[in-house]
């Protein structure tokens, strides 16, 4: 794909988000798979669920714009599910798989945030209102599951101190 004006570079930074929106949630099945016995697990689902959802809006975006995904892989969730991999190998404990999957999902929901915000500004500028509006509905999803993760690691972060 050649990158030869703004609206190459959007679709270009779009088609990586569509990538990392799904590889995300691939993610948050393996991480569902290991911690189906935890209090997370219906969580997980729920984010599941909002991350199909997040796939099938920015499909939306796409076919507004008359454009098909480009394969532009993303190499940060790549290397997130890897460390995730490596970590799930050392055989922790549930209580340690939480902390891990709350900060893990933390980390993601921060990525998506900062994606989101950088193709809004390039769709409004653009003049892709339509296609604005589905990423700010992207990004507040991605908000909220940031804050969901956030304060979730703070009560397993007192439940772990009162236990020391």
Do not use: W
Request: proline share 4%; net charge negative.
């Amino acid at each position: 794909m050649p990158l030869d004006n703004p609206a190459d570079l959007f679709l270009y930074e779009l088609s990586g988000l569509y990538d990392a929106e799904r590889r995300s949630n691939q993610l948050v099945g393996e991480i569902l798979g290991r911690t189906e016995q935890s209090p997370l697990a219906q969580i997980l689902r729920a984010q599941q669920q909002q991350g199909q959802q997040k796939i099938q809006n920015l499909e939306t975006c796409f076919a507004m714009m008359e454009a098909e995904p480009e394969d532009v892989p993303c190499l940060t969730v790549d290397g997130m599910r890897a460390e995730f991999q490596a970590f799930a190998g050392q055989g922790p404990s549930m209580e340690a798989m939480e902390i891990y999957t709350v900060d893990a999902e933390t980390r993601l929901a921060h990525l998506g945030v900062a994606a989101y915000h950088g193709l809004i500004d390039k769709a409004l500028l653009m003049g892709e209102v339509q296609c604005a509006q589905i990423l700010r509905t992207n990004l507040v999803q991605q908000q909220e599951n940031a804050g969901t993760f956030e304060r979730i690691s703070h009560e397993l972060g007192q439940r772990v101190a009162m236990n020391v």
